[in-house]
């Protein structure tokens, strides 16, 4: 007896034939043919069924999406305003050095003498004592850096002080001096009344 089958593979049909030998009647031939005729004509290749769903290539295509946001959203994170690096400080230009001036200093009434009992704690206050002596006693109505940086060195006082020149401008903002003249630093009524509080010992 033979026997047909049919399979799918790769796209074409596959038969398969047996055969079988046997001994039967002569009138059973044409039953026989007749089977096998009728099981090859009604096997049919199997029908391959797509699964619902999106495709390979659809699938391919969405993972390529995501790779290529992935790659976005790490570029976003990595771009970003970096941070300004604060300024180096750069240091100040130290002042020139004020010049000593040639003056008498000591004759009465001395710098000295002015200002004992008076306790300064300031440059501020030093200054404003020192511009009134040279007002009251050497007839000096306006005082340069030179004049104050001498009286300093007269007295002792540190000069470790960049910029002579500073406090008395800040004494010109406070209104306690006045400028007739660039570089030149008036002591006016409010400085000395500020003077004869310090020499009364007063703060």
Do not use: C
């Not at 026997?3 to 001994?23: D, L, P, Q």
Request: aromatic share 6%; charged share 25%.
């Amino acid at each position: 007896m033979a026997k047909g089958t049919t399979a799918k593979t790769g796209g074409t049909s596959k038969i398969r034939f047996i055969m079988v030998e046997a001994e039967i009647a002569d009138g059973d031939i044409g039953q026989i043919t007749q089977a096998i005729q009728n099981a090859l004509r009604t096997s049919s290749p199997a029908t391959t069924q797509r699964l619902a769903g999106p495709s390979v290539k659809a699938v391919a295509r969405e993972a390529e999406i995501d790779a290529d946001d992935e790659v976005e959203d790490a570029e976003a994170l990595e771009i970003e305003t970096p941070a300004r690096a604060p300024r180096p400080k750069v240091p100040r230009t130290a002042k020139p050095v004020p010049n000593v001036l040639d003056l008498d200093m000591t004759s009465d009434v001395s710098l000295a003498n002015y200002v004992r009992g008076a306790n300064p704690k300031s440059n501020f206050k030093r200054y404003l004592l020192i511009a009134a002596w040279f007002k009251e006693h050497r007839s000096v109505d306006a005082v340069t850096a030179d004049h104050i940086y001498t009286g300093f060195r007269t007295l002792k006082w540190s000069v470790n002080i960049p910029d002579f020149s500073q406090t008395l401008r800040d004494l010109k903002a406070a209104k306690y001096m006045t400028t007739p003249e660039r570089g030149h630093y008036a002591i006016n009524h409010l400085g000395i009344a500020e003077v004869e509080t310090l020499l009364s010992g007063g703060d």
